[in-house]
């Protein structure tokens, strides 16, 4: 963890390039008090009103410094109005804090290992979400029958949108404690174990902990929910307490959405590791926007659509993040292919593992059509979400699909076992991951290169650059010389890049150990060849970028001739 901390420092002590609006992004930079304060607890008391749409907020944060401090800072929305500011019970006036760009900086005298408290009271109407859950903030919904149905997403923006806190990836606070009042009827499902309701004077408070949650996990999903509940017995020997809150009503769907979280747990315990938040729950939560990764209580909103694999990819995919963010986070929002890269490849491999190998390869093909390649994946240096300067560099969805195709490739090279574990100590920090032997924990880029060179003896550094820090997907070139022809892979960064290819020429398979990022084999006469016939490895695909352009030619096409016809009416 250090060595994070260190980066950070460094990077923070040069000039940020970015514009400095703590709201509107996340992961803009901690305060080095930030980065050596430990978040104990923060508690959480949230009063919705869906009538007036308004929130009233009371948060209570524990901190404990590593070091003697004297002054520390959090994040919070300046739309909303501050109405009490307590530090250790002694309440600051507005003269004694400033609250810029959406950052509270206060002075704090609390020495090292002495927990130190803020208390906020604040008032407002929440941003709202323009297009959750793409955009941050809150949704106030309706449900079919007409009721308040609201849901909460603030991944790009971050928890700073409703709640006081250090708003980057690795601020989490050790143990979140909500108080969810609501309209008497209305049930406020969240994160973590549910402690218990209690209702007065029409309005009902749901009280929720959790453990370690991400910070944007942190989410309020308000409706008339009725609920599924049982039990998951895990192969690691422990209950896995399940439970999802559905919009009534729509009983039979969602059984059927629930019937699938068993089998999510079997191949995610069997093939990653243990669940990683037992003593919370395994939780899911309707909502009117698509679906997000809040912790033990994933949203959903896909509609209970299944696909020809018999499945809800969407639910799979926000369920893959109990492991890929929550249990492992990155530890700047520039390594987030570490979530979205193994969510979205775990999406094949469960597929694999229910249906077989077509199934595998078909949502393998499917993910390789919308590799985009604007931008590399990650570009080593913090960056912040939702920051002008650094969407510009944005990778968009390449961290998805990419990144499985990147994991695809490098689970051909190392087989099976060995990703496996790489995955293990990715997200546990170890390779016997039990029930109670690991935290949730932050990682890097070269983290995860470290675990794979370690695993397999070998250095990787070369693979991981030309696919992770370039935007262009390397090529095998084919060049035919009489009967030899000659294969060479082409890179980004112009440097050698020794993968291993199969190809099959005539009937046999031949395999090319591509020394120096060059290889050949010989044709008889009338021979044919195939480069990668099993489509291990990620590479350049000519056919693709031509179907691409062919595609958004017909799409501008038939918007032409809508807006004509729509003109001609
Ligand atoms: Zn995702």
Known sequence: MRKHVLTLILAGATAP???????A???LGMTLEQQSTRFDVAELSFKVDPTKKTLAGEARLTFTPKHAIQQFAIELDPRYALSRFEVNGKVLSKSEYSWKEGRIS?????????????????AGSPQVAKRAPWDGGIVWAKTPSGQPWIATAVEGEGCDLLWPCVDHPMGKPLQVIQHITVPQGLVAASNGVFLGESSKDGWTTYNWKATEPTTYAIALNIAPYDTLKSNYQSRFGNTLPMVFYYLKGNDAKARGLYEELPLYLNFFEEVVGPYPFPKDKVGIVETPHLGMEH????AYGNGYKKDINGYDWLMNHEFAHEW???QITNADWDDMWLHEGFAMYMQPLY???????????????????????????????PRPHGEAAAEAIDPGTDIYYKGAWILHTLRNQIGDAAFRRSMRELVYGRNDPKPGNFKPRYAT?????????????????????????EAKIPALVATQSGHRVNVEWQTGNGKPFPLPIDVRVGNRVVKLPMNQGKGSFELKPFETYTLDPDSKVLKDQPEIAAWRKDEAERAAVAAAAAAAAKRGK
């Open 106 to 122: 206060f002075p704090v005298a609390a020495s090292a290992n002495t927990a130190f408290e803020v208390k906020l009271v604040y």
């Open 324 to 326: 890929f963010g929550n």
């Open 25 to 27: 992004t996340s992961g």
């Open 17 to 23: 390039a970015f514009a400095i609006d703590y709201t």
């Open 295 to 298: 912790q033990t209580i994933n």
């Open 351 to 381: 597929l694999e593992w229910l249906r077989g190998r077509v199934n595998y390869d078909a949502e393998m093909l499917r993910q390789r059509g919308l590799i985009r390649n604007a931008h590399a994946m990650v570009s080593g240096k």
């Open 445 to 469: 880029t070269n983290d995860y290169v470290a675990i794979v060179d370690k695993i397999t003896g070998k250095k990787w550094a070369w693979f991981f650059d030309a696919y992770v820090r």
